[in-house]
């Protein structure tokens, strides 16, 4: 379906060549400072024609704000966002009647639909995703504002380009019988997750944060676009300052929410959260994260393989994931395949397409981890909320508490807290004497 989300709701319409792509968003709270700008930004990041490594499909993406919004504040009711889809060639897909591009969303979609958008992707089209970073840019707002959160993804491979795990890629082993594990995740690593910033993954049109490696990137997917052929690669994302407490164990866990917001970003082949696969490889008196006292008195993880989640849950570390984009299918190199009646052939696509999606991609990375932290944080405050207002609870064995000498984490239900700031409340107004 097209709608994303319980508590903050986000519903994105339009198709590859109609007259709008946009968001309808619900939930949102009120009283939240916002500004075009706010959301242009993210539009931009992710419109066509940045580079030479983009589609040459010339859009501005500028952002119209239809509802919801006044005075630079949001309302509470719905906002709705439209970004009109103006450099069409809707002929140039004229050979896209007779055959269905491999490994594209035409035949499928006419499978199940039994009719189909005339040109382009239609609804499977990236245009879509314009709905989802501008909402996902008013969430961001929110959670920077009220939490301090940051997201921050990044261009991690191109084809079989890595960044190397010296600078901050991941170590590779090869050994099979030595357990003692070089850290999967390398102190580089783990620096360049704590630093990270948009700043520096913009400096280099591949959104690459390692220069040498950008550069190399950048040769591979020329080398695509030349032969007329496409390449595709990995985006690695970090959300800092997230409060534990987030994800709905059993069916929302916390990461199972997340793979589900990435892999339904077109493209998408793979999802890996923490040490992933990696993690197979790594026994776990390694790959246990050790607790420590956080100088704010929380539980802390020495270290977080566990990329910020446990049990669904998130526990205050860093989040971490990566995400796997195939080779965008569309390719103007002849490619043998069949028409839609089987009538074999060569389609030699036309049209204009992205060699590699992946630096276009990064902002729609982070929209979509900005919806989900949203929703969940919405979700947990509700829970928060209708916890405190309960008498607090007497006679539990310890085995069912948070000990008092550790505090818990800031979002956890604290039953009673509720009555006990009234009542603490009372006292103060006495004590004022008003
Ligand atoms: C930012 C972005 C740009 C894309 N550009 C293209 C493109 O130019 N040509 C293409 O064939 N696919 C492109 N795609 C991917 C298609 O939308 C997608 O592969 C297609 O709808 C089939 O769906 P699936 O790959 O998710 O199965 C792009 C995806 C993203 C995220």
Known sequence: MSTYGTLFRVTTYGESHCPSVGAIIDGCPPGLQLSPTDIQVQLSRRRPGQSNLTTPRDEKDLVHIQSGIEHGYTLGTPIALLVRNEDQRPKDYSETDLYPRPSHADYTYL???GIKASSGGGRSSARETIGR??????AERYLKLAHGIEIVAFVSSVGKINIPSSVGGRAVSHDEDNDEVEDALTP?????????????????PTRCPHAETADRMTKRIIRAKEAHDSIGGTITCVIRNVPPG?????????????AHAMLSIPATKAFEIGSGFRGTEVPGSQHNDKFIRRPDGRLGTRTNWSGGVQGGI??????????????PATISQAQATAQYDGTAGSL???????PCVVPRAVPIVEGM??????????????????VSHLPPTVGLPPSMAMPKVLKAGSSAP???QAAADEARLGEEVQSSGS
């Open 314 to 327: 998130t526990n205050g570390e860093d989040i971490y994931f990566r995400i796997g984009f195939k080779s």
């Open 246 to 258: 987030l994800g709905e164990p059993v069916f929302d866990k916390f990461e199972a929410t997340l």
């Open 188 to 204: 580089e690593f783990r620096e360049l997750l704590k630093t990270v910033t948009r700043e520096t993954v913009d400096k280099h």
């Open 133 to 138: 970073v501008a909402a996902g840019a008013i």
């Open 369 to 386: 981890a900005s919806l989900v932290i949203m929703d969940q944080l919405l979700i947990q405050n509700a829970r928060v909320h209708a």
């Open 414 to 416: 604290v039953p009673g």
């Open 111 to 113: 499978e199940k639909y």
């Open 348 to 354: 030699a696509a036309r049209g204009r397409h992205d």
